[in-house]
């Protein structure tokens, strides 16, 4: 894995990967407390990993998975606006090209949402 500055190319609906990155970046912004949103891109092997972490207040461990169910959220409505959408269409989406979604995360301290794309 080697951290990348050059360009990928992917073949997929690019609409719907920027629906993807898009989503996810919001979430990134909503939930980071103001925060810096960090980006990274690198290169393995046969896909492109896309990492997007917020240094907000975290997701519980048990909810990391969760959340990309429909209409789940990790914060009451109150908290935040939105239906609990976005993950979900985002996972679908990455699904059908064949790559995936998930988070990584800790109480306190951020969350990291990674997409993997085939190259």
């Known amino acids: 894995m080697k951290d990348y500055s050059g360009t990928l190319e992917v073949y997929a609906d690019s609409y719907r990967l920027e629906q993807v ?30 990492e997007i972490t917020d240094l907000g207040q975290g997701i519980r461990e048990e909810d990391c998975e969760r959340i990309f169910h429909r209409f789940e959220r990790a914060v009451s409505s ?22 995936s979604v998930y ?5 306190g301290k951020g969350s990291t949402f990674i997409m993997e794309i085939p190259l």
């Open 21 to 50: 990155f898009v989503n996810i970046f919001i979430n990134a912004m909503k939930y980071g407390a103001g925060s810096p949103v960090l980006i990274s891109v690198k290169e393995l092997s046969e896909m492109v990993m896309i």
């Open 78 to 99: 109150h908290e935040v606006s939105g239906l609990g959408l976005g993950l979900y269409i985002s996972r679908e989406i990455m699904s059908l090209h064949n790559g």
């Open 103 to 107: 988070a990584r995360s800790e109480l």
